[in-house]
T-cell receptor, first 116, second 113 residues
Framework: KAGVTQTPRYLIKTRGQQVTLSCSPI?????VSWYQQTPGQGLQFLFEYFSETQRNKGNFPGRFSGRQFSNSRSEMNVSTLELGDSALYLCASVVAPGGSSTGELFFGEGSRLTVL | AQSVTQLGSHVSVSEGALVLLRCNYSSSVPPYLFWYVQYPNQGLQLLLK??????LVKGINGFEAEFKKSETSFHLTKPSAHMSDAAEYFCAARPFGNEKLTFGTGTRLTIIP
């Protein structure tokens, strides 16, 4: 069974541009989360989606947004890019959230964004 | 708010020696706990998880971790280090019913031949 797929794997943008990253979860997984990984801040939670609805949101500015489609695929968008947005963006999926779910998150290999 | 502390951002051990990576969590209610490993230019791979079923948890690649509620700890161990264990290791926690993972700052493990 295919894992979590993230595209693109690498991209370079300049300040002020915007970027869209895509995540396809494992088949049957309905919850998708996004994390930002930087050397200085480590791994930080961005947001989580389930059934096309945002369930949780981390402490990031409004320039960071996301959405989930009916097939559970998710995209995140960063507008007006800043140098500090350079990071590895990781997507993770789980079968279903909440309740007594003990399922671990399965991570993709990430999209490495460089902002020049 | 929940927090996860990993003691030692860098740990070096000799090949064949014991690996011990430390993790402490802060929560009045023990959360779900996880250890993930990250190899260069890759995502996170789950090593093991604690979900209250057993305090000693065995994972992949010979790793195991023991949950100690009295010490709010979930340290990761491996009896004999292998060169392929060189990677960065992250401890993470999440509360029941919530998919938001809180990660520690990570420990980079170096294996000395």
């Amino acid at each position: 069974k295919a894992g979590v797929t993230q595209t693109p794997r690498y991209l370079i943008k300049t300040r002020g541009q915007q970027v869209t990253l895509s995540c396809s979860p494992i088949s049957g997984h309905r919850s998708v989360s996004w994390y930002q990984q930087t050397p200085g801040q480590g791994l930080q939670f961005l947001f989580e989606y389930f059934s096309e609805t945002q369930r949780n949101k981390g402490n990031f500015p409004g320039r960071f947004s996301g959405r989930q489609f009916s097939n559970s695929r998710s995209e995140m968008n960063v507008s007006t890019l800043e140098l500090g947005d350079s990071a590895l963006y990781l997507c993770a999926s789980v079968v279903a959230p909440g309740g007594s779910s003990t399922g671990e998150l399965f991570f993709g290999e990430g999209s490495r964004l460089t902002v020049l | 708010a929940q927090s996860v502390t990993q003691l030692g951002s860098h740990v070096s051990v000799s090949e064949g020696a014991l690996v011990l990576l430390r993790c402490n969590y802060s929560s009045s209610v023990p959360p779900y706990l996880f250890w993930y490993v990250q190899y260069p230019n890759q995502g996170l791979q789950l090593l093991l998880k604690y979900t209250s079923a057993a305090t000693l948890v065995k994972g992949i690649n010979g790793f195991e971790a023991e949950f100690k509620k009295s010490e709010t700890s979930f340290h990761l161990t491996k009896p004999s280090a292998h060169m392929s264990d060189a990677a960065e290791y992250f401890c993470a926690a999440r509360p029941f019913g919530n998919e938001k993972l809180t990660f520690g700052t990570g420990t980079r493990l170096t294996i000395i031949p």
